[in-house]
């Protein structure tokens, strides 16, 4: 449904063109000052994929409806809401309205029957700016626990992203023939403790990635060596566990991500996640079907981005966010002995 | 925890050497013949990676405890147990043991406090023959609503599945340098209907992905063209719709792996779940640390397998088939008006 | 937390003086006309403890956010919300503030440290507006189906309802004494088809009685003859079973109150809930003891209501067509066979 | 379904004359010594209503599966089952079976249109053997945090619990006339901390009425003052608070039963929890209707209890000390900030 967590729940709810969208969180800590920049600022971050230092935010205003009273958290239900300012008359013609390939219009007809079509409805990437909100949230709730997520573009159509040059050339090759590439984004979540994560139904590494498959666009996930382990051999895989100077269990190399049976070792935690290419390709006019069964066709028209990436950063890190925070609040099994 | 899914739940239980393993599988529906051969091919598959048509089960004879009368499911819950028939004495000495490298002892230790020593207790891949029981029950149900789903090897330590002499060479000399190899398995659902999954939260793609990365050793999934897709072109991802002679919605092609928006679109759901190695490699002294946190080194002997591949298939198989009838049980929006 | 229901959620969120206040619905079928009216009716009857045939609104005025497009619904999350628009300034000194007695004040401070003092905050009994939106759109859900839900006054002040000029006079009589009455509501749920509700961990009766008792003030829930058969004959209570003229199984007698064991039967559900009276007791100065852990005394001032009832049969109402809703969209066992 | 709790869950599988019935138990913390004992003792009061100190168990012999080792538990799905070693043949004629009066007959045959008719199937109270057990396991972890559980009779046929010869011959007079009394157990629990409990769809009190709710045969649950409340004028329900020589904040008197808003205050919890009188009338023909929807008529024979009271008080024990974990264990808001 609409709900991602069980120990920290974060619901979003809104279409993208209707009066709002928006989030609840239940679960924050009382008592907790509430750094609404920061929420600002992964909020920028999405719009315009940079890290969001700007003050700007003339659009995404959000306003908080609940859960917080002296600028500080009471521990109940954050509610957040941004108003969808550019929401367009309802000028269209749904039941003519052909399915846009690799979108979700079809599968959304078929599971609903009735659907929002301004701008995608529900389906909208915008939904994520529920998630991002949240994600800053929890983030503020792990930053005082040591821990900092990080998530960066890795690769964008095969290129490195090192190759800075390369990258822009190949975005403004693909556009100006009317395409767009897909990428890789790098996560990093440093900071976590050993012990987090639970080893059969709810894996750390489990949750991780069903997290990042929620995100539109998202194809595939991995961690540590991921793909790459598949085709290695055991003996050049291997993270020998030594005692490090501050007396702590750690290992000399991470081809496991910092995930071992599914419960954190305290390494760095580390995914790599494939966006696809985006699926409007403007200016092409391709053969599809109607809302009423029969064969048309569709141009998909108007300005959109040539790559998700960088903008899907922060809905990365919102996911990871809300992710760990859930893992971080399950019941600990609380040992009452211990060898070490 | 230690129970998979919300609709369809399936709690296993049970350490490698205690004296039992098993699941609870709640959900079934009433009435239905249960095929208890098919549950006991699955657990040779399982054993021995092979399809399992023969009647052997020496080992992993399952005893069904409730939920079935005459033969057939009541829609209760359905305990079943195998007993650990070579259950060794607890002639360990955990306090002194070493973490074996890149298994999950010193994350349980570090979650747990006091662990089960003996073959890895719940950590062992044993656990997985209760999720095999439930998938093959699972699996039942799809069959009838016209689902299956079958894993088979894609890959072998890089080497694609068709040249399987290379293969069994590869193996061979792994194992004779002592050393290991991980493989991919390529998953296929067929029979779908279009408009499974939740599109937010609970995804189709998200839902199958943690299933798959719950199973020991897997670092990575993807969905239909998954990481390729994020070095490809937009132009050339493209599933473009149009109406089948038997008057469904189709598309000519199948980039997306039958999911699209997180909703299946009726279409072959293909997944690729990537393995890491086998840990253990045979007869090698590797430095580590033990569970007082002193330096020391391990030898890992034994006989073991040189690749996880292909006995894992039969637990993808059962993850794929828990998590897709989980998905068809959660209830769906019932479209009360439809354009088509 | 802050969730009803596994298949039909309702979260509310929202504190007595904040911003505002409202719910994020979860679960609605798709397609259908959503009847505003029949939210802003219950709204009335919480407002004002009559059926609300009025259209006067002037408070509670509620603002649909999401999950409806043209009047319909999407399938997807209905957020509502109501403005509080009478939150007062923040002059209150909460550190000084001295726990009132049988409120929430204390426990909440136990479980949060922290707390928004303004009207109880979210303790108030204001949080159930979200409710009973929510509970207006699921009773819409219900009515399609032929199920309709019904309270009343069954006892105030321990004079049964039927006895209105001595209930109007002993309230009277309480209030200029600066006393309060509790009372009883009786609820009835007609129309619901044999076979709902789970036999063990999720029986029907559980599941309302769990709902009524998360109403504030409610101290006591009883199904069918409740109580009264605890000192009663079985002889006595015996529901025979016997063959209706339109061929369906009835019960002559409904001292089961619907439900046999856990699941109705298809009979009118009956239920007796019980509030305790209004713990503000205006001008009445009571020793106690404030944040800081001293003793002190409190005098509660301000108009109150003399009983809760009848405005919480809106509440009553709400929580009984989410619970009985989010019955029947749980996973039904679908019997394959059957000998009827 | 079959699952209760969120964070301490337990699941309960089997019929009345299957092959076995048992529970599994997630959520025990690791390296605490079990007590085997408790729960035989547990048992030993369920089967014969006495506190249990007699050692002997030829019958309701448990056998541990999982989850622990030398003793000690892991943290891990402890899996318990107990034989039903008088599961008598299939010599049942379900089809031409008629539905008991007052049973769960019909209604289970509503719901899943194939049950086992032996003894009632998975609806015979043998079902809450699983729960004993799991209670058990619970008032452990209960009582190593001083929290204490008891359940007495209150009340038998109307009769106070103090006047034992009156109840013993209001039993032996229906006996005699092969009739049943129901009965009122009383329910306390001592040591709680304060702070425990969610106040809004989680309250303390709504998942102890849903637990109490869930035991067959109880028709009505209340808390504190309960019932007695609504007839009450507040003045005379005021419970004041105090501070005790302790340090704590305490209430003078404690109508309401040790939960206000939904969150425990410290002080004992009180419940009374009605029973019905058992439906099986010995030797009584009774009108009522087949499974293929014939009128027939029922003679009820057999030996049976007249009361089930006391041993209904292992129950009610049970499924306090399953919900009081699940409570203790859930996140808590953790405050940064305290006034007191």
Redesign the interface.
Known sequence: ????G????V?????SH?????C?V???????VLDTEAIARALDRRRTGRPGTSQRRETDEF????????G????????V?VRNTDARP?DYA??AEA?R????D???????????P?GG???SAR?TVGRVIAGAMAAQVLHQRGITINAQVD?I??IPAADTDTIEKAIAA?RS????????AALSIKGM???????????L??????????I?A??????????D???????L???????ADD?R?R?RTN???G????????EEITLRV??????T?PR?T????D?????TTICMGGRHDSCVLPRALAVVEAMAAITILDAL????????????
Chains 1, 2, 3, 4 share one sequence.
């Open positions: 449904m609409n709900t991602f069980t120990y920290f729940r619901t979003t709810f809104g279409e209707g009066a709002a969208i928006g609840v239940d679960g924050m800590p009382a008592g907790m306003e908080i409806l609940s859960g917080i009273y002296q500080r958290t009471l521990g109940t239900p954050v509610a809401i309802e749904p039941a399915f390939p690799n979108h979700a079809y599968t959304w007809h078929a599971r609903y029957g009735f659907t929002d301004r409805g529900r389906a939904e690769e159509g095969g693909a023939e009317g395409d767009t590439v897909g990428g890789i403790p050993a012990g987090i994560g639970s080893p059969v139904a709810d894996k590494s489990a949750a991780l990635a069903a997290a990042m498959m929620s539109p998202v194809k595939g996930v991995e961690i540590g060596d991921g793909f382990s598949a085709s290695a051999r055991g003996s895989q291997i993270d020998e566990f030594y005692i007396g269990v290992t081809h496991s991500g995930i071992q049976g599914g419960i954190s070792n305290g494939a966006f696809k290419p985006i699926a390709l092409r391709l053969p599809t079907v809302r009423r069964g029969r064969p609040l399950a019941p600990h099994p609380e040992p009452l002995i211990s060898y070490l």
